[in-house]
């Protein structure tokens, strides 16, 4: 999987070390607001978004963090670095599956 | 982009999972059976880039932020249908992993992001490329503009899907259930933003990073009838 394009995966990973750059943009995306945002930017907090909002509570590494890595700019960065590893390797898995589907 | 859980009524969200299933389902058979073994490598590169450079967080003025995709790379590499797959797949462990994104609004997310985005990124750049190299002068010009075309496009149905939630759901006093603004200011306050900042920064990644993978691997983004093209039926050359 990794061994005919090396360079693509070296450029990969380059882009994971300078991934903490990301953090720099502090701002919550237009509609993406956090229910303890909510408040702050809109006002209110929608009856029928309060409901869903937290349909799914098992991410276990929410926002890009790792639970215990924060309180500091590195920790953070440490943290969305981890993140990112874990979710190219995710993806690498899932996707390896129709390596072995393919054909020659 | 990433609609969270909450802002779409289970009367948007649960439809757009199942219009994206059947879509999944054509574009993994269509990856099955349309790639090769060994362009798979290159698929799993292309979802992983997409998976990080939505990492990538840009600074919007004003307190938002808003980020590129990379579908329309993977769409110029390996056609629409394999984009779709593998931005899908990106999304998909975003949401349940990392939490950004709702789980009920995956079908939305992966048909404005994946679906939406690829499609309509790849035929703007193949509108504007015509005949010529993909490492042409009008190639490149051609992938920037295909992805700040699918960007946005992808941008514009997000924004209408909040947008309509507003006009369509409302509790008895008046109040919005789920996403609270009107269309019109779902489509201002997006539009804004990624016709200004992610739109350009879109443009300027596909074409470094078709750049890059032109001077390592030039058989990729070769036209004429190398191992890819002849094997491009239906996923890359047309449909």
Request: aromatic share 12%; with cysteine.
């Amino acid at each position: 999987m990794f061994k005919t394009y090396k360079n693509l995966w070296w450029g990969l990973l380059a882009l994971i070390i300078i991934s903490p750059l990301g953090l720099l943009a502090t701002g919550t995306a237009f509609g993406e607001w956090g229910l303890d945002e909510l408040v702050d930017e809109v006002g209110f907090i929608p009856a029928g978004l309060a409901k869903f909002a937290d349909f799914w509570p098992h991410s276990l590494m929410p926002d890009y963090s790792v639970p215990g890595m924060e309180g500091s700019f590195g920790l953070e960065a440490a943290g969305y670095i981890i993140s990112a590893v874990v979710g190219i390797l995710l993806v690498v898995l899932v996707i390896s599956i129709f390596y072995r589907m393919a054909r020659d | 982009m990433h609609i969270p859980d909450g802002y779409l009524s289970p009367q948007t969200a649960i439809p757009m999972i199942a219009v994206m299933v059947p879509v999944l389902g054509v574009a993994a058979n269509k990856v099955k059976n349309d790639l090769k073994k060994k362009q798979i490598p290159i698929l799993a590169a292309g979802a992983a880039f997409s998976f990080v450079i939505m990492m990538f967080n840009l600074p919007v003025p004003g307190g938002s932020s808003a980020h590129a995709v990379g579908a329309v790379l993977l769409a110029i590499l390996l056609g629409p249908w394999a984009a779709c797959l593998g931005v899908s797949v990106a999304l998909i462990i975003q949401a349940l992993v990392f939490g950004d994104g709702g789980i009920l609004a995956l079908g939305a997310n992966c048909f404005n992001i994946a679906f939406v985005m690829s499609f309509v990124g790849y035929y703007a750049y193949k509108l504007i490329k015509g005949a010529a190299d993909k490492l042409s002068g009008r190639g490149m010009a051609a992938a920037f503009i295909g992805g700040y075309v699918g960007l946005n496009i992808a941008a514009l149905t997000t924004a209408l899907m909040f947008g309509a939630q507003y006009h369509l759901f409302q509790a008895a006093d008046g109040t919005p259930l789920y996403f609270m603004y009107s269309i019109k200011v779902a489509v201002t306050a997006m539009m804004t933003e990624h016709l200004i900042l992610a739109g350009p920064v879109e443009g300027l990644v596909t074409v470094i990073a078709l750049w890059f993978v032109g001077q390592n691997y030039p058989a990729l983004l070769s036209n004429g009838p190398k191992w890819i093209a002849s094997n491009d039926k239906g996923v890359g050359s047309h449909v």
